[in-house]
């Protein structure tokens, strides 16, 4: 198995048990009801939540579409940027590493600007925050993906 694939695969598999665990309608039911203090601790808590597929069944058809798709994107964008950061940075377990918590960085970004243009009423200045609420996710998620792909079997040759 090459490289980029074993990275890749470590990778998709971090980011999609993160979504699954964290995401889910009980842990963000969990994480609404407890973590709502001003410490660093809740705050994590709490971001751990933002790729979530949990919905309300007031909101329009169009939003729901988009909570259900951006949880799917983050996984998705992860593959894509490891396969493409793996392949280029990732010599060595540290590049490894960063590969993939910043896979998991712009993942995050690239899933809430896309999914902020198809929520209704979407605005520019929506979309950038989606993006930068993504970001953020990713930056202090995404280390959790980085450790995921940290020393996997190299490439020869």
């Keep these: 198995m090459t490289k980029h694939r074993t990275t ?3 990778g998709v598999i971090a980011a ?3 979504v699954l665990v964290f995401g889910s ?3 963000v039911d969990w994480a609404r009801d407890n973590a709502n203090g001003g ?6 808590l709490t971001l751990l939540t933002w790729p979530s597929w949990n919905f309300d069944a007031d909101l329009p058809v169009r939003d729901i579409f988009a909570i259900m798709l951006r949880a799917i994107l ?7 940027f490891l396969a493409v950061l793996a392949g280029q940075t990732a010599r060595n377990s540290a590049g490894q590493l960063l ?3 910043a ?7 690239s899933a809430g600007l896309l999914t902020a243009i198809i929520q209704s009423n979407p605005s520019t200045l929506g979309a950038f925050q989606a993006a930068a609420a993504g970001a953020a996710y990713g930056l202090f998620t995404g280390w959790i993906v980085g450790l995921a792909t940290f020393g996997s079997p190299g490439r020869r040759g």
């Design 8 to 10: 890749t695969a470590a």
């Design 16 to 18: 999609f048990v993160l």
């Design 25 to 27: 309608p009980p842990y």
């Design 39 to 44: 410490g660093a601790l809740d705050w994590f």
């Design 74 to 80: 983050v996984v998705v964008f992860t593959a894509v």
């Design 99 to 101: 590969s993939g918590w």
């Design 103 to 109: 896979a998991y960085i712009f993942a995050g970004a």
